[in-house]
């Protein structure tokens, strides 16, 4: 189930915004191998090749949409989107560049 959802997440984001995804982890209870299904969420932290910009909001809300109408968006935890850049940053000076949780964009 975890491998089905992130692949349809990766394969619609790289269809509406194609390069943008570099780097893209589990984390939490996917990563440890505590992963319940129908329980537990899928956690995430996504590495972008740029920092995202307002016009790219229609394209990650349609692809947060099509999720959604496929049934699995309910598994989708909280998702951080952040770029290689951020990684090199002070902690106290990184903000995740888009952020997801509950089925909520924005």
């Known amino acids: 189930m975890i491998e089905e959802t992130t692949t349809r997440y990766l394969e619609s984001v ?50 947060h949409a099509d999720l959604a109408d496929r049934a699995i968006a309910h598994r989708a935890g909280a998702l951080q989107q952040f770029t290689f850049a951020d990684l090199r940053a002070a902690a ?10 509950c089925n909520r964009f924005g």
Do not use: C, M
């Open 14 to 63: 790289d269809n509406g915004l194609p390069g943008l995804v570099e780097g893209f982890y589990l984390v939490g209870s996917a990563a440890l191998g505590a992963w319940q299904p129908g329980v537990s969420d899928i956690d995430t932290i996504i590495l972008t090749s740029r920092p995202l910009t307002a016009e790219d909001r229609p394209a990650l809300e349609k692809v």
């Open 92 to 101: 106290a000076s990184v903000h995740a560049v888009a952020d997801d949780a």
